[in-house]
């Protein structure tokens, strides 16, 4: 079910995928800071962020906990919020896996990258559902 709308710019859009494809054959990882204006989320930045995953980094990501934080409270300070995060499938699908589904967070969008011979073949955007916990597909509109 499409329910909100997710606005990226293309630039930004270009920043995640350059991040994806820098990382590949890993999963690359990283922020998206923006705010929320008429039950659109509008992304204006995005941070890479290293992957911190202890074990396979192949289909695996997690992001360092206090750099999260400090990201969190320097967005805060500007006016913006940490939207969500955004991340790469390397050779599979931009669909979240169980492993997405297991750590996923309520009201956080997740942007997908689904890189394939050496390209972005796919990007999706998905929310966890309160309701469910099961993802949902948004729109993503990129400006």
Not at 33 to 62: A, D, L
Request: glycine letters at 6%.
């Amino acid at each position: 079910m499409l329910g909100l709308v997710i606005r990226i710019p293309s630039k930004i859009i270009s920043e995640m995928s350059m991040h994806a494809l820098k990382t590949y054959p890993e999963e690359g990882c990283g922020l998206l800071i923006g705010v929320v204006n008429s039950g659109i989320k509008e992304v204006i930045k995005c941070i890479p962020m290293n992957n911190v995953y202890t074990g396979s980094r192949r289909n695996r990501y997690s992001i360092d906990p206090l750099e999260y934080m400090r990201i969190e409270d320097e967005a805060y300070k500007n006016g913006y919020m940490v939207l969500g995060i955004f991340h790469s499938h390397p050779d599979a699908p931009a669909i979240p896996s169980k492993y997405d589904q297991e750590y996923a967070a309520p009201l956080f969008i997740y942007v997908i990258l689904s890189i394939r011979n050496g390209r972005v073949a796919e990007i999706a955007a998905w929310r966890v559902a309160e309701s469910t916990w099961e993802f949902e597909q948004e729109s993503l509109e990129i400006v």
